[in-house]
């Protein structure tokens, strides 16, 4: 990974028990790339050089806890709701697709998938390529 400390408000890392409970509840097709990022930042906030300009990481607990809830899985059925922008955004794995996931953007307002979902990268490697300051 590159060096992101000028960039990236890096919050403690995840825990490996954090780590574990997140891949226990998605398998084998997480990327680990973010596992990666978590257990060195577990959340955290930076700019993007794309739309949606922003990305607010969950942390490992509060991604799954949101999962297990089904708090968004009602309104974005197939997606693993990561962060959002701060401004109306959610940011999300797009598990329709096969592995590797994109990651994409949501519209918290417009539940209509064909209309709310913008790509922001083919996976969640490009996503870090993008944060910039």
Do not use: K
Request: glycine share 6%; proline share 6%; net charge negative.
């Amino acid at each position: 990974m590159r060096d992101l400390s000028d960039l990236w408000f890096r919050l403690p890392g995840a825990t490996s028990e954090s780590i574990a409970e997140l891949r226990s509840e998605f398998g084998d097709s997480l990327p680990e790339s973010y596992c990666e990022f978590l257990s060195w930042s577990d959340g955290g906030e930076g700019s993007l050089s794309v739309q949606p300009y922003n990305l607010c990481l969950d942390s490992a607990p509060d991604t799954v806890r949101h999962w297990r809830d089904a708090t968004y899985q009602e309104f974005f059925p197939g997606f693993i709701v990561i962060g959002s922008n701060g401004a109306g955004e959610y940011i999300a794995f797009d598990t329709r697709s096969t592995a590797p996931w994109p990651v994409v953007a949501l519209d918290m307002t417009n539940s209509n998938l064909t209309e709310s979902v913008l790509p922001i990268a083919s996976t969640f490697d490009e996503l870090v390529d993008l944060i910039c300051d």
